[in-house]
Protein backbone atom coordinates (compact mmCIF):
# COMPACT_ATOMS: atom_id res chain seq x y z
CA UNK A 1 0.00 0.00 0.00
CA UNK A 2 1.41 3.52 -1.16
CA UNK A 3 2.71 6.04 1.53
CA UNK A 4 1.59 9.51 1.35
CA UNK A 5 2.90 10.71 -1.78
CA UNK A 6 3.70 14.64 -2.63
CA UNK A 7 4.83 16.35 -5.99
CA UNK A 8 6.68 17.93 -7.43
CA UNK A 9 9.53 16.69 -5.48
CA UNK A 10 11.56 20.11 -5.88
CA UNK A 11 10.18 23.05 -7.49
CA UNK A 12 12.15 26.57 -8.16
CA UNK A 13 9.96 29.50 -8.60
CA UNK A 14 10.94 33.42 -8.34
CA UNK A 15 10.21 36.10 -6.36
CA UNK A 16 6.16 37.24 -6.66
CA UNK A 17 4.50 34.26 -8.83
CA UNK A 18 2.22 31.33 -7.27
CA UNK A 19 3.13 27.73 -6.45
CA UNK A 20 0.55 24.92 -6.01
CA UNK A 21 1.95 21.66 -4.18
CA UNK A 22 0.14 18.25 -4.21
CA UNK A 23 -0.57 15.90 -1.86
CA UNK A 24 -2.49 12.40 -1.80
CA UNK A 25 -3.03 10.47 1.50
CA UNK A 26 -2.61 7.06 2.66
CA UNK A 27 -5.85 5.29 0.84
CA UNK A 28 -8.70 5.67 3.82
CA UNK A 29 -7.39 8.25 5.61
CA UNK A 30 -9.48 11.45 5.47
CA UNK A 31 -7.40 14.12 7.34
CA UNK A 32 -4.34 16.12 5.58
CA UNK A 33 -2.09 18.38 7.46
CA UNK A 34 0.41 20.34 5.72
CA UNK A 35 3.86 21.86 7.76
CA UNK A 36 6.53 24.39 6.09
CA UNK A 37 9.84 23.55 7.55
CA UNK A 38 12.89 25.87 6.94
CA UNK A 39 16.22 24.22 6.76
CA UNK A 40 17.60 23.43 10.55
CA UNK A 41 14.02 24.55 12.22
CA UNK A 42 11.25 21.92 13.18
CA UNK A 43 8.27 22.12 10.99
CA UNK A 44 5.42 24.64 11.60
CA UNK A 45 2.19 23.95 11.10
CA UNK A 46 0.33 25.22 8.33
CA UNK A 47 -3.22 24.17 7.84
CA UNK A 48 -5.15 20.73 8.95
CA UNK A 49 -8.12 19.59 6.80
CA UNK A 50 -10.61 16.83 7.72
CA UNK A 51 -13.72 16.02 5.45
CA UNK A 52 -12.71 18.76 2.70
CA UNK A 53 -13.14 21.47 5.74
CA UNK A 54 -10.51 23.25 7.08
CA UNK A 55 -9.75 22.45 10.73
CA UNK A 56 -6.90 24.04 11.92
CA UNK A 57 -4.71 26.84 11.26
CA UNK A 58 -1.42 28.06 11.97
CA UNK A 59 0.06 31.19 12.41
CA UNK A 60 0.84 32.08 8.32
CA UNK A 61 -0.70 35.08 5.84
CA UNK A 62 -3.23 34.85 3.79
CA UNK A 63 -0.90 34.03 1.27
CA UNK A 64 -1.23 30.72 1.89
CA UNK A 65 -4.49 28.57 1.95
CA UNK A 66 -5.03 24.97 0.80
CA UNK A 67 -8.43 22.71 -0.07
CA UNK A 68 -9.01 19.07 0.01
CA UNK A 69 -10.77 17.04 -2.87
CA UNK A 70 -13.45 14.43 -2.47
CA UNK A 71 -10.80 11.90 -2.43
CA UNK A 72 -9.26 13.08 0.18
CA UNK A 73 -6.19 14.43 -1.65
CA UNK A 74 -4.94 17.86 -0.98
CA UNK A 75 -3.35 20.85 -2.45
CA UNK A 76 -1.72 23.64 -0.92
CA UNK A 77 -1.31 27.00 -2.79
CA UNK A 78 0.81 30.13 -2.07
CA UNK A 79 0.55 33.13 -3.79
CA UNK A 80 3.33 36.32 -4.40
CA UNK A 81 6.13 34.35 -2.97
CA UNK A 82 8.65 36.04 -1.38
CA UNK A 83 12.68 34.34 -0.55
CA UNK A 84 10.83 33.33 3.18
CA UNK A 85 8.77 31.17 1.44
CA UNK A 86 11.94 28.97 0.55
CA UNK A 87 11.67 25.40 2.78
CA UNK A 88 10.62 22.16 2.74
CA UNK A 89 6.90 21.55 2.08
CA UNK A 90 5.81 18.28 4.22
CA UNK A 91 1.91 16.86 3.87
CA UNK A 92 0.75 14.26 6.90
CA UNK A 93 -2.11 12.28 6.48
CA UNK A 94 -3.84 10.40 9.24
CA UNK A 95 -7.16 8.31 10.08
CA UNK A 96 -9.62 10.93 11.73
CA UNK A 97 -9.13 14.36 12.53
CA UNK A 98 -7.31 13.52 15.74
CA UNK A 99 -5.58 10.60 15.23
CA UNK A 100 -2.79 10.16 17.11
CA UNK A 101 -0.67 8.53 14.47
CA UNK A 102 -0.14 10.81 11.57
CA UNK A 103 2.31 9.52 8.37
CA UNK A 104 4.11 12.09 6.57
CA UNK A 105 5.26 12.27 2.86
CA UNK A 106 8.61 13.00 1.68
CA UNK A 107 7.98 16.75 1.43
CA UNK A 108 7.95 19.14 -1.37
CA UNK A 109 11.22 21.20 -1.58
CA UNK A 110 10.44 24.70 -2.45
CA UNK A 111 12.88 27.19 -3.35
CA UNK A 112 12.59 30.82 -3.95
CA UNK A 113 15.25 33.15 -6.60
CA UNK B 1 2.56 30.30 24.53
CA UNK B 2 3.11 26.72 23.71
CA UNK B 3 6.76 25.35 23.58
CA UNK B 4 8.99 22.77 22.72
CA UNK B 5 12.32 22.81 23.70
CA UNK B 6 14.72 20.14 22.66
CA UNK B 7 18.33 19.54 23.86
CA UNK B 8 21.11 19.15 23.11
CA UNK B 9 20.67 21.22 19.86
CA UNK B 10 23.49 18.17 18.42
CA UNK B 11 25.46 15.36 19.04
CA UNK B 12 28.10 13.69 17.92
CA UNK B 13 28.89 9.86 19.20
CA UNK B 14 30.91 6.65 18.64
CA UNK B 15 28.93 3.85 16.71
CA UNK B 16 27.89 1.46 19.55
CA UNK B 17 27.71 3.73 22.33
CA UNK B 18 24.50 4.77 23.82
CA UNK B 19 22.66 8.66 23.84
CA UNK B 20 20.18 10.43 25.65
CA UNK B 21 18.04 13.65 23.63
CA UNK B 22 15.83 15.55 25.76
CA UNK B 23 12.29 17.54 25.68
CA UNK B 24 10.86 19.86 27.52
CA UNK B 25 7.58 21.35 26.95
CA UNK B 26 5.02 23.55 28.18
CA UNK B 27 2.20 22.40 25.88
CA UNK B 28 -1.07 22.36 27.54
CA UNK B 29 -3.92 20.78 27.64
CA UNK B 30 -1.31 17.95 26.60
CA UNK B 31 -2.99 15.24 24.23
CA UNK B 32 0.57 13.10 23.57
CA UNK B 33 4.00 13.28 22.78
CA UNK B 34 5.82 11.93 19.72
CA UNK B 35 9.34 11.50 18.54
CA UNK B 36 10.06 11.30 15.53
CA UNK B 37 13.42 10.70 13.10
CA UNK B 38 13.76 12.62 9.72
CA UNK B 39 16.36 11.88 7.74
CA UNK B 40 17.89 14.99 5.81
CA UNK B 41 15.31 16.50 2.82
CA UNK B 42 12.74 13.61 4.00
CA UNK B 43 9.88 13.31 6.06
CA UNK B 44 9.46 12.44 9.63
CA UNK B 45 9.03 8.78 10.49
CA UNK B 46 7.23 7.88 13.84
CA UNK B 47 9.19 6.54 16.12
CA UNK B 48 7.14 6.16 19.76
CA UNK B 49 4.16 8.33 20.34
CA UNK B 50 2.92 8.35 24.55
CA UNK B 51 -0.19 9.78 26.06
CA UNK B 52 0.01 11.43 29.46
CA UNK B 53 -0.60 7.96 31.29
CA UNK B 54 2.38 6.08 30.00
CA UNK B 55 5.61 6.43 31.25
CA UNK B 56 7.77 3.95 28.98
CA UNK B 57 7.55 2.91 25.26
CA UNK B 58 9.77 1.27 23.04
CA UNK B 59 10.38 0.42 19.60
CA UNK B 60 13.35 -1.52 19.51
CA UNK B 61 16.75 0.04 20.12
CA UNK B 62 14.72 3.28 20.50
CA UNK B 63 13.23 4.29 23.97
CA UNK B 64 11.37 6.90 25.08
CA UNK B 65 10.12 8.05 28.59
CA UNK B 66 7.34 10.87 29.89
CA UNK B 67 7.23 12.42 32.84
CA UNK B 68 3.79 14.68 32.55
CA UNK B 69 4.21 16.40 36.18
CA UNK B 70 7.80 17.93 34.99
CA UNK B 71 6.44 17.98 31.81
CA UNK B 72 9.73 16.37 30.42
CA UNK B 73 10.32 13.43 27.73
CA UNK B 74 13.74 11.79 26.84
CA UNK B 75 14.31 9.50 24.01
CA UNK B 76 17.38 7.08 24.57
CA UNK B 77 19.25 5.17 21.82
CA UNK B 78 21.03 2.23 22.83
CA UNK B 79 23.74 0.20 20.30
CA UNK B 80 24.12 3.13 18.26
CA UNK B 81 24.56 2.67 14.35
CA UNK B 82 25.35 4.87 11.44
CA UNK B 83 21.81 4.42 10.50
CA UNK B 84 21.08 6.60 13.38
CA UNK B 85 22.70 9.47 12.35
CA UNK B 86 19.43 12.10 12.03
CA UNK B 87 17.53 14.86 13.41
CA UNK B 88 15.25 13.88 16.23
CA UNK B 89 12.13 15.61 16.62
CA UNK B 90 9.72 16.15 19.99
CA UNK B 91 6.11 16.59 18.94
CA UNK B 92 3.44 17.41 21.48
CA UNK B 93 -0.40 17.72 20.32
CA UNK B 94 -2.39 20.04 21.88
CA UNK B 95 -5.92 19.23 22.25
CA UNK B 96 -8.51 21.92 23.56
CA UNK B 97 -11.53 24.53 23.03
CA UNK B 98 -12.01 22.41 19.79
CA UNK B 99 -8.85 22.86 18.39
CA UNK B 100 -5.89 19.83 18.06
CA UNK B 101 -2.65 21.42 16.67
CA UNK B 102 0.82 19.74 16.88
CA UNK B 103 4.15 22.08 18.02
CA UNK B 104 7.11 20.66 16.91
CA UNK B 105 10.56 20.87 18.42
CA UNK B 106 13.41 22.07 16.28
CA UNK B 107 15.10 18.52 16.85
CA UNK B 108 18.12 17.19 17.75
CA UNK B 109 20.93 16.36 15.21
CA UNK B 110 22.61 13.34 16.03
CA UNK B 111 25.57 11.90 14.11
CA UNK B 112 27.25 8.88 14.68
CA UNK B 113 30.51 8.39 13.60
CA UNK B 114 32.86 4.57 12.98
Known amino acids: DAGVTQSPTHLIKTRGQHVTLRCSPI?????VSWYQQVLGQGPQFIFQ???????GRGNFPDRFSARQFPNYSSELNVNALLLGDSALYLCASSLERTSYEQYFGPGTRLTVT | KNQVEQSPQSLIILEGKNCTLQ??????????LRWYKQDTGRGPVSLTIMTFSENTKSNGRYTATLDADTKQSSLHITASQLSDSASYICVVTYSGAGSYQLTFGKGTKLSVIP
Open chain 1, 49 to 55: YYEKEER
Open chain 2, 23 to 32: CNYTVSPFSN
Open chain 1, 27 to 31: SGHKS
